[in-house]
C-alpha cells in the first residue's frame, strides 16, 4: 500500500513505506510529518503510520483518496504572567532591602536622604 505526505502544504505521493523511511532518513521530512494509506480514516504522524500495519481493505468503496487535512492548530502565544510577577515581587524586595540598608543613616529632615549603600 502506498504512502501520502503533508509537506510545505501539498500532498505528495503515492510512495512506498521505503521511500517515505528514506526521506525521514535524509531529513527531508520529520517524524510528525503527516501520512495516510487507502483505507485509513485520518492522517497520522509519519512515525505513527511507520509503525502500524496495512490496513485491510473491507470493500471496493474504500477512499483511495487522502482525507481533508486536520485544521491547522496555531499555538498559544507563551504567558508572561509567572515572570512579570516574579520581576514584580523581585522588584519590591530589593526597594525593601534598599529602605532597610538606608534607613539607619536616613536624617529625619524633609530633605531627601543620602545613603552610601551601594546598588
Do not use: N
Not at 528514506?22 to 485509513?40: F, K, N, V
Not at 485520518?42 to 474504500?62: F, H, Y
Not at 515581587?89 to 531627601?112: K, Q
Request: charged fraction near 15%; include cysteine; proline fraction near 12%.
Amino acid at each position: 500500500m502506498s504512502f501520502y505526505l503533508h509537506i510545505q502544504e501539498q500532498v505528495e505521493g503515492p510512495m512506498t513505506a521505503a521511500d517515505v523511511q528514506s526521506r525521514l532518513d535524509r531529513g527531508q521530512i520529520t517524524g510528525d510529518t503527516l501520512a495516510w494509506r487507502a483505507g485509513w480514516p485520518e492522517w497520522k504522524t509519519v512515525i505513527d503510520a511507520l509503525q502500524q500495519p496495512a490496513p485491510a481493505r473491507t470493500s471496493e468503496t474504500d477512499t483511495l483518496t487522502p482525507p481533508p487535512l486536520p485544521a491547522r492548530t496555531v499555538p498559544a502565544p507563551p504567558s508572561y504572567a509567572p515572570t512579570l510577577l516574579l520581576a514584580s515581587i523581585l522588584f519590591l524586595v530589593d526597594g525593601w532591602l534598599y529602605d532597610r540598608a538606608c534607613l539607619p543613616e536616613c536624617s529625619s529632615s524633609l530633605a531627601l536622604p543620602s545613603c552610601s549603600f551601594a546598588r
